[in-house]
């Protein structure tokens, strides 16, 4: 049994050491060099503040749409240095129409995107081509914005820009130097190399499955160790290992140390991929019942000059206003360059508020579902399901505004809403299913445990001290595969020379095989 023990765990890693290798070096710098995204606050931060000059009305913008559905939301903005608005009907692209011209944006050419990409980088751009998406386009988030306009930017930073082909919008950018470490980070980590040559799906199985044999491959070894490791004696060597000095005793003495931490990485990350199904959401919440009231024209009917001057006189300059509606009341929503926010009923002439208020929030939450029955926890700090991330991390752009409220619901899959009350947005819905991501990835693998996410010098050694011990592992785990691939060279022992009886006994048997013949 224990040879099959030893020859699982030695060609598991010939096959795997280097991929292992590969996601330990690429796991330490994605510590430090994030996968590149667009953040809100870039993205505000290039925007002209608005002006109601030549604008059309809102409800005009509805109307030109000629979309027999109701929107969720709207949104003015800027493209380009050009006024627009957007509709977002919850699916598919948003759909835009000029703010100026009245005219409904069924397409965006390459000149609109240049012109979009030269207003944000505040440099010459260059056109490349359009893509689906590319080695630092891959997630989900840009769904909706696809096929983009990727732009070159002769900035200092040599920004790479991705323009929606539906909205105009800069979507993404990637600067030089997050594309060079991203090359050894994200793009190895997530082993984008395959995804090159092979169709999503099947990259997919293939790391879900190159992850839990890689796992399979620490399991067994931490196995052999304990099998191979003398607690209460030493071998001829005097260690403890069987094994001599050198990359042997290392990889068994090392494995000893850290093989549990790794193993815990490759379980989880393989678990971050959320395969089989496990993760998928269960509950049947509707986040949209709290958008009760149609936003039509009535509710769009707002004078853009008197609403962007209470915004001034609430303190903001707004570069963004959005169109929304909470339970059955319609609201404006105005966002400055800094990602300041102020609330402003959209049919009443009340002055902007910094939030809305919790008694109002909460009645609309329980009109929105009577039949449930809710709890609400207002969080005024963060907490081990809401809390911010750092710059490199995937959810670093994520709003983590404080207050917040959470809506518990008693339903079978125990659903929680978190609302935003500075915007009136539910920032994440989240559910048992959901809820355990949390702890098999979050906690698991990416160690956003809050004592240390408080002491990131802390979290950074830790996590450095752990990744170098993995490091000496697999290194010397590819160096032993090597050896044994390679071949150890053969001794060739020098002949003895014969003595005086060895002769003798030569020629006796010589004379025999004669006599016989």
């Given at each position: 049994?224990?040879?099959y023990?030893?020859?699982?765990?030695?060609?598991?890693?010939?096959?795997?050491?280097?991929f292992?290798l590969?996601?330990?070096?690429?796991?330490?710098?994605?510590?430090?060099?994030?996968?590149?995204?667009?953040?809100?606050?870039?993205?505000?931060?290039?925007?002209?503040?608005?002006?109601?000059?030549?604008?059309?009305?809102?409800?005009?913008?509805?109307?030109?749409?000629?979309?027999?559905?109701?929107?969720?939301?709207?949104?003015?903005?800027?493209?380009?240095?050009?006024?627009?608005?957007?509709?977002?009907?919850?699916d598919?692209?948003?759909?835009?129409v000029?703010?100026?011209?009245?005219?409904?944006?069924?397409?965006?050419?390459?000149?609109?995107?240049?012109?979009?990409a030269?207003?944000?980088?505040?440099?010459?751009?260059?056109?490349?081509?359009?893509?689906?998406e590319?080695?630092?386009?891959?997630?989900?988030?840009?769904?909706?914005?696809?096929?983009?306009?990727?732009?070159?930017?002769?900035?200092?930073?040599?920004?790479?820009?991705y323009?929606?082909?539906?909205?105009?919008?800069?979507?993404?950018?990637?600067?030089?130097?997050?594309?060079?470490?991203?090359?050894?980070?994200a793009?190895?980590?997530?082993?984008?190399?395959?995804r090159?040559?092979m169709?999503?799906?099947?990259?997919?199985?293939?790391?879900?499955?190159?992850?839990?044999?890689?796992?399979?491959?620490v399991?067994?070894?931490m196995?052999?160790?304990?099998?191979?490791?003398?607690?209460?004696?030493?071998?001829?060597?005097?260690?403890?290992?069987?094994?001599?000095?050198?990359?042997?005793?290392?990889?068994?003495?090392?494995?000893?140390?850290?093989?549990?931490?790794?193993?815990v990485?490759?379980?989880?990350?393989?678990?971050?991929?959320?395969?089989?199904?496990?993760?998928?959401?269960?509950?049947?919440?509707?986040?949209?019942?709290?958008?009760?009231?149609?936003?039509?024209?009535?509710?769009?009917?707002?004078d853009?000059?008197?609403?962007?001057?209470?915004?001034?006189?609430?303190?903001?300059?707004?570069?963004?206003?959005?169109?929304?509606?909470?339970?059955?009341?319609?609201?404006?929503?105005?966002?400055?360059?800094?990602?300041?926010?102020?609330?402003?009923?959209?049919?009443?002439?009340?002055?902007?508020?910094?939030?809305?208020?919790?008694?109002?929030?909460?009645?609309?939450?329980?009109?929105?579902?009577?039949?449930?029955?809710l709890?609400?926890?207002?969080?005024?700090?963060?907490?081990?399901?809401?809390?911010?991330?750092?710059?490199?991390?995937?959810?670093?752009?994520?709003?983590?505004?404080l207050?917040?409220l959470?809506?518990?619901?008693?339903?079978?899959?125990?659903?929680?809403?978190?609302?935003?009350?500075?915007?009136?947005?539910?920032?994440?819905?989240?559910?048992?299913?959901?809820?355990?991501?949390?702890?098999?990835?979050?906690?698991?693998?990416s160690?956003?445990?809050?004592?240390?996410?408080?002491?990131?010098?802390?979290?950074?050694?830790?996590?450095?001290?752990?990744?170098?011990?993995m490091?000496?592992?697999?290194v010397?785990?590819?160096?032993?595969?090597?050896?044994?691939?390679?071949?150890?060279?053969?001794?060739?022992?020098?002949?003895?020379?014969?003595?005086?009886?060895s002769s003798?006994?030569?020629?006796?048997?010589?004379?025999?095989?004669?006599?016989?013949?």
């Amino acid at each position: 049994m224990k040879r099959y023990l030893y020859l699982a765990h030695r060609w598991l890693g010939i096959g795997l050491g280097l991929f292992v290798l590969l996601w330990i070096v690429s796991g330490v710098v994605m510590l430090f060099v994030g996968y590149p995204k667009l953040t809100p606050e870039e993205h505000l931060s290039r925007l002209q503040p608005l002006s109601a000059d030549f604008c059309i009305a809102p409800g005009a913008a509805l109307a030109v749409s000629k979309e027999p559905r109701t929107p969720l939301s709207l949104r003015l903005t800027r493209a380009g240095g050009s006024p627009r608005y957007l509709l977002d009907y919850g699916d598919g692209p948003l759909l835009a129409v000029d703010a100026r011209s009245g005219k409904r944006i069924e397409h965006i050419g390459a000149a609109e995107a240049l012109a979009s990409a030269r207003q944000f980088a505040v440099s010459e751009v260059h056109l490349l081509d359009r893509v689906a998406e590319d080695a630092w386009t891959r997630n989900h988030a840009l769904a909706r914005e696809r096929p983009l306009y990727r732009v070159q930017a002769d900035d200092a930073e040599g920004r790479l820009l991705y323009v929606s082909s539906h909205t105009g919008l800069v979507v993404r950018d990637a600067t030089a130097h997050e594309r060079a470490w991203n090359l050894l980070g994200a793009w190895l980590h997530w082993l984008y190399p395959l995804r090159e040559v092979m169709p999503k799906a099947i990259w997919s199985v293939a790391l879900v499955y190159g992850a839990l044999l890689a796992a399979v491959l620490v399991l067994l070894g931490m196995l052999i160790g304990l099998l191979r490791w003398r607690f209460a004696g030493r071998y001829r060597n005097g260690s403890h290992s069987p094994y001599p000095a050198g990359a042997g005793r290392v990889h068994h003495v090392g494995g000893m140390l850290v093989g549990v931490a790794l193993l815990v990485w490759l379980v989880s990350g393989m678990l971050s991929m959320e395969p089989w199904g496990l993760f998928e959401k269960h509950s049947t919440i509707d986040a949209a019942a709290l958008r009760q009231a149609p936003l039509n024209t009535e509710a769009l009917d707002t004078d853009l000059a008197s609403a962007l001057a209470r915004f001034r006189e609430a303190g903001i300059e707004p570069v963004e206003l959005q169109w929304q509606v909470l339970g059955d009341q319609p609201y404006l929503l105005g966002i400055d360059a800094r990602g300041e926010t102020r609330i402003l009923p959209a049919t009443h002439s009340e002055p902007a508020q910094e939030r809305l208020e919790r008694a109002l929030l909460e009645r609309e939450v329980r009109q929105a579902w009577p039949e449930q029955q809710l709890r609400f926890e207002w969080l005024e700090q963060e907490d081990f399901h809401y809390y911010a991330r750092s710059e490199p991390s995937l959810y670093s752009h994520l709003p983590r505004p404080l207050p917040l409220l959470r809506v518990r619901f008693d339903d079978p899959a125990a659903t929680w809403l978190h609302i935003d009350p500075y915007s009136g947005n539910i920032i994440e819905q989240l559910d048992q299913r959901r809820r355990a991501v949390r702890w098999v990835f979050k906690l698991l693998h990416s160690w956003d445990w809050l004592p240390l996410l408080q002491r990131p010098l802390l979290r950074d050694g830790l996590l450095l001290a752990f990744s170098a011990g993995m490091l000496v592992i697999a290194v010397s785990g590819v160096l032993l595969g090597w050896r044994r691939l390679r071949g150890r060279p053969r001794r060739v022992k020098p002949r003895a020379a014969p003595d005086a009886r060895s002769s003798r006994l030569a020629r006796t048997t010589s004379a025999d095989d004669s006599m016989q013949r």
